[in-house]
């Protein structure tokens, strides 16, 4: 049997199972936590600590009061020891609070569940979810309270699950799957009541046949109505907004609209899991679980650690590096970014840690494009990735803007399969890079 799906894509090999069947291992740092004030889309946090002052797990460490932000909340207890400029996983110097461990990991008091959760008027969860510095944990990093709250006249018809995972070597959210499952159903459940009109769809790659039992036997035996656990067909990027919604509800969506706009929420698993457990168990947003893997790691892992934990120590704890990586991405080959040092704190978007040997990357020179035509039809989004590419190298940014470039979603599927190695997506994001910071500065320039 047929499993929705979308056009074009590509079917990059899963390597998933050096981390498939590994539980989920819990890791408590000792050393320092940094925390970054910009960790989702939207405006950063600023600073409300200074050094010398004491935290908790659930103290907020920025203040987010404009309308698109998220708090950065402190996952450890301890003392701020500095408040400043650090690298952070792109290899920029973002600023970041850092705390001194006491390693007893103590939680502040005024995190409590919300009362009468089951029965109190919905609205009180975006406040709870806002506190909780709650983000989309997929990867996109938009502000769970935001994407909630839609404005009214979008009737919402559909609030998508996504499990899809669909990146190959990520094994964060199948476990969590596994793993969570009644948290992940109960949290679907629980945030239907915000969107009284739409059906609960929690969407899974059909290469997951157990998360697909696990979820499906919870719907039925918590008695959930009105969600469904919905098998998808494998393909890349299956996971993103624009082809859930396609596969999901046969409609045709453009990225420049909002999801809400063709009447969908669409929340990563995590991301539902964690409202959950902030509207139930008071429990403030503060961890995640990280895939560390790849074949220059020693003991690859799917490990939850708290927010801000050094990703070299991440790595010793996976053993450390069995052989030298020629590169180290945060996130899988797909989407991952490249990281330039390991001295860098894991954020709310970390969801993997990839460190490969020479024999697993595809480190050839590019060379030029043969015309072959293998990018348009990979593209998702109906692109043309050769020209695109040129107009990027040409410097013609208007036309690249005119043929699509913004709608690029960097997934890289292009790259993936350009038989002449040419770095296409690359050149999409630096378009895209270029035409943002015009817009920006026109927009400064009040024109
Ligand atoms: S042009 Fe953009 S959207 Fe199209 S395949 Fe390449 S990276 Fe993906
Ligand atoms: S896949 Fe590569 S070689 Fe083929 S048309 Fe696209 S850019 Fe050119």
Known sequence: M???????GVHPPQNKDLTRDKQIEPYLPAGDLAFPMSQHIGAPNAPVVAKGDKVKVGTPLGSADA???????????GTVKEVGPRQTVPGSFDTCVVVENDGLYEKEERWVPLPDYE??????????????????????????A?????????????????????????????????????????????LLRLFPEAEGVIAV??????????LSESVARLG????????????????????LIEALTGQEYVVTALPADVGCIIANVRTVQQCWRAIALGEPSTERVV??????????????????????????????????????????????????SLDVPAVKGTSGVLALTARSTLLKRASACLHCGRCVDACPMGLVPSALDSLVLNKEYERFEAEGGMNCIECGSCTYVCPACRPLTQSCRDGKSFVMAQ???RKAAGK
Do not use: H
């Open 224 to 243: 959930v109505k009105n969600v469904r656990v919905q098998p998808l067909t494998v393909k890349y990027p299956q996971g993103s907004e624009k082809m």
């Open 2 to 8: 047929g499993f929705p799906t979308f056009w074009g």
């Open 146 to 190: 935001v994407k909630f709250a839609p404005p009214p006249q979008d009737k919402i018809k559909w609030f998508i699950v996504n499990g899809a995972e669909c990146e190959p070597y990520l094994n964060c959210d199948f476990r969590l799957m596994m793993e969570s499952t009644d948290e992940i159903v109960k949290g679907t459940a629980l």
């Open 205 to 214: 790659e059909n290469n997951k046949p157990e998360a697909i039992a696990a």
């Open 291 to 340: 895939t560390v893997t790849g074949d220059a790691i020693a003991e690859p892992k799917n490990v939850r650690i708290p927010l801000g934990t050094s990703i070299r120590e991440l790595v010793d704890f996976c053993g450390g590096f069995k052989e030298t990586p020629v590169k180290v991405l945060a996130g899988g080959p797909m989407m991952g970014m490249s990281m330039r």
């Open 439 to 441: 817009r920006k500065k």
């Open 119 to 144: 029965n109190c008027d919905p609205k009180e969860y975006l406040q709870r979810i806002r506190e909780a510095g709650i983000v989309g944990f997929g990867g996109a990093t938009f502000p769970a």
């Open 67 to 77: 309308f698109v932000s998220a708090p950065v909340l402190s996952s450890v207890s």
